[in-house]
């Protein structure tokens, strides 16, 4: 598989370098602990201890692994695109239809995404039909309850 390009703001870059150390600095060697522990205890085969931090381990592995692969190929979001045209990292104000209440996204890479304080990717449905568009505009969006129309009022 090719290395797929990860764009992160500088705060999301800050974020998943400290998710890693934290994983590779405290969550590691816990789990190494639990391990060792596990195994002075009685027969690994029928201890559910040992169970449990193995697939700890191979959580924590697999994460480290997904945030290096992240990290190597990493592009900053750099507020290059005017302030009229929505682009990665703008602060957008919709509304739903004209006169809803205004709701803050900010426009992120995939793996910086939290929808619930804000940040969607520009490869969500929504992220997808804000980027390149300008205040007054409207887009729709597909969702589970039907179409939704957002007006977009401000872009910073």
């Known amino acids: 598989m090719p290395d797929q390009v990860t764009f992160l703001t500088e705060e999301g870059l800050k974020k998943l370098q400290e998710d ?38 191979a959580f924590v592995e697999g994460r480290i692994l997904q945030l290096e692969q992240i990290l190597k190929n990493v592009v900053i979001i750099e507020k290059n695109a005017p302030a009229n045209v929505v682009g990665l990292g703008s602060e957008v104000i919709v509304t739903e239809g004209e006169d809803g209440e ?3 996204y900010v426009i992120v890479g995939s793996a910086e995404a939290d929808p619930a304080h804000g940040y969607i990717s520009n490869e969500s449905p929504l992220g997808r039909v804000l980027m390149g568009k300008k205040v007054g505009d409207r887009v729709s969006v597909l969702a589970p309850a039907g179409e939704i129309t957002f007006h977009i009022k401000s872009i910073k």
């Open 20 to 57: 890693l150390d934290y994983l590779r600095l405290v969550k590691r060697p816990q789990v190494i602990r639990q391990l060792q522990d596990a195994l002075e205890q009685a027969s690994a085969l029928e201890n559910p201890d040992y169970e449990v931090a193995k697939n700890e381990q």
């Open 102 to 104: 205004p709701e803050r």
